[in-house]
């Protein structure tokens, strides 16, 4: 019942916004938006705190059921995307962008999360891919409609750009699948991890793997099918790059340990090291991307790219240890790309523009907390001990530089140097930032000054910057929920 409340909740009232709720007043639309999200995060935490799972039969004749629940990876998963749910549906109080009805807009917020959660709590594959694509229509909405009204043409451009990429990765993704289930004989994930791809021959293994992981790493983004990433959130009104940061790329990494990693861990062994250069060459071309990036929304959206390198090095190198670092940067890329899209959103509103070729006022002078919060998210993004970005990226090095027996030594070594100065890189466009926008290098004293974080911009921020901090401190919160399934992923390997 919890489950299945957890899944309705937000998907109904979602589409009830989107379809009869269009005449609301925006203040009423804003309440029964921030009133879901907030039964939905109590939900979640109901469901991962009990263990709640829905089991029943649903397409007997093609062997589908009805299945969703949680585990140690997909828990964390469920947590944020509740969490965040919040964050966004508060942040309407900030910010409803232009383009439509408020309502219309809520109500994809709404959508996108209960897609979302599905996606994370399925144990059936092809449950994952039908929640995989429930995203996809009220995201493109959110950027289509609702993006950057300065620029109608690059909203659209972006939009379009991100419809194709993931629907040329659903695509994929659909074939992998449909092989996987008919060679496999079932769709239920449990069994299919428990058997670990035996009774597959070594050709059905790599092509399974093959679609699966080029399917879903459209979504992470993997370099270079990352070219639609960029687009979308520099046009993405702020709750929409948000929720494309923090949620939706974390489903193509999710989609890539529950799917190549556990059910075809032999295919995907023979990919792995191609995986891996990809991981790697994204730490690197997003960093020298940032260093000379003007727009500072662009920025952080490459900085996304280098991140998710990371995390796909990470489980490229077939150890538990790998496993444990993707899955822990995962979540705190989640919050720090949320904290800086909050905080460069905010300085947009302000300036109507965030170029840092522009001169203005140093945000230490001008906004204090302001200046503050988008140092701590750019010290968290480029690892600093003490914050969540640290231990993701320290233990995928690591990692990467002890592979996994069956994994080519070199290559990995060779990776996790190449990883190592994307994480220099990442010091370097960092600083970049703070001696533009918040040590105001260049500053022009007529330039209009910067209103600092008030009402709810400043509790939503405060609780991102909690996270960011609290997984620096206590990472073994994080990985001590994961520890059990990781286990059972390399046993059954």
Not at 104 to 114: H, I, K, Q, S
Not at 118 to 144: K, Q
Not at 255 to 284: E, M, T
Not at 398 to 407: C, E, F, I, L, V
Request: glycine share 10%.
């Amino acid at each position: 019942m919890v489950m299945s409340l957890l899944l309705a909740l937000p998907l109904a009232v979602g589409l009830w916004l989107v379809t009869g709720g269009r005449a609301l007043a925006v203040v009423l639309a804003r309440r029964i938006t921030a009133a879901t999200a907030g039964a939905t995060l109590l939900l979640a935490v109901a469901t991962v705190a009990f263990g709640a799972a829905v089991d029943r039969a649903w397409l007997p004749e093609l062997g589908v059921r009805w299945s969703f629940g949680v585990d140690g990876i997909s828990s964390p998963l469920v947590l944020l995307t509740a969490g965040i749910g919040v964050l966004v549906a508060l942040h309407a109080w900030v910010e409803v962008p232009p383009g439509g009805s408020p309502a219309t807009f809520l109500g994809c917020l709404l959508v996108v999360e209960a897609g979302a959660l599905a996606t994370f709590a399925a144990r059936d594959a092809v449950l994952f891919l039908v929640a995989f694509e429930v995203v996809l229509v009220p995201m493109w909405v959110l950027v289509a409609r609702y993006g950057d009204a300065h620029d109608p043409r690059a909203r659209t451009g972006a939009a379009q750009r991100f419809v194709l990429y993931t629907a040329v990765g659903s695509t994929t993704l659909l074939v992998g699948i449909l092989l996987l289930v008919a060679t496999a004989g079932t769709a239920d994930l449990r069994r299919l991890a428990d058997q670990a791809g035996a009774g597959l021959g070594s050709g059905t293994q790599l092509a399974v793997a093959l679609l699966l992981v080029l399917g879903l790493a459209v979504k992470v983004p993997v370099f270079p099918l990352h070219t639609w990433l960029p687009p979308a959130h520099t046009t993405a009104p702020t709750a929409g790059s948000v929720l494309l940061a923090a949620v939706l790329l974390k489903m193509g990494t999710y989609g890539l340990v529950r799917l190549p990693v556990s059910v075809v861990p032999d295919g995907f062994a023979r990919l792995a090291p191609a995986l891996a250069v990809a991981g790697a060459v994204g730490i690197v071309w997003g960093g020298l991307v940032c260093l000379v990036e003007r727009d500072l929304k662009r920025l952080v959206a490459y900085s996304s790219v280098a991140h998710m390198g990371f995390v796909v090095l990470a489980l490229a190198s077939g150890s538990d240890t790998g496993l444990q670092a993707a899955l822990y940067a995962n979540i705190a890329h989640g919050v720090i790309s949320a904290l800086l899209f909050v905080v460069v959103g905010g300085l947009k509103q302000r300036w109507g523009s965030v170029d840092l070729a522009v001169r203005r006022p140093a945000l230490r002078e001008t906004s204090p907390r302001l200046g503050f919060v988008l140092l701590l998210g750019l010290a968290a993004s480029l690892g600093l001990p003490g914050l969540a970005g640290f231990w993701g990226e320290l233990l995928a090095v690591y990692s990467a530089w002890t592979p996994a027996g069956d994994r080519p030594r070199v290559v990995f070594v060779a990776c996790a140097v190449v990883a190592a100065v994307g994480a220099a890189l990442a010091a370097a466009y960092a600083l970049r930032v703070a001696g533009l926008v918040w040590a105001g290098d260049r500053p022009d004293p007529e330039a209009p000054r910067t209103p600092d974080t008030t009402g709810v911009e400043r509790w939503v921020i405060a609780v991102l910057a909690a996270a960011v901090v609290a997984l620096g401190i206590l990472p073994m919160l994080l990985l001590s929920t994961t520890a059990d399934a990781v286990a059972r992923i390399g046993g059954a390997r």
